[in-house]
């Protein structure tokens, strides 16, 4: 029982040490994880704003948006009269 004690508490000695001596490289890693986790929610961002544009595209290019562009532009069809 005393023997396995020693070992407990050698294996914990070591494993502090290993950890203090590595702490500069934990501190770089979690900052990483930090970074990317920060970068993964801007390009999520940006590829919903890219649909929307795209979404928005497609409905300009189509005929009928681009007759509702033309209106707010105050043009009008042949023989149509304006409000």
Do not use: C, H, T
Not at 15 to 39: A, P, T
Not at 47 to 72: F, I
Request: aromatic share 8%.
């Amino acid at each position: 029982m005393k023997r396995l004690g020693y070992w407990a508490v050698a294996f914990l000695l070591a494993l502090g040490v290993s950890l203090y001596l590595n702490r500069e490289r934990l501190r770089i890693y979690f900052e990483q994880i930090d970074e990317k986790r920060q970068n993964d929610e801007l390009m999520r961002k940006a590829e919903a704003d890219r649909a929307k544009l795209l979404e928005e595209r497609a409905r300009v290019d189509s005929p009928l948006g681009m007759e509702e562009k033309a209106r707010e532009m105050g043009l009008r069809k042949k023989g149509e009269e304006g409000l």
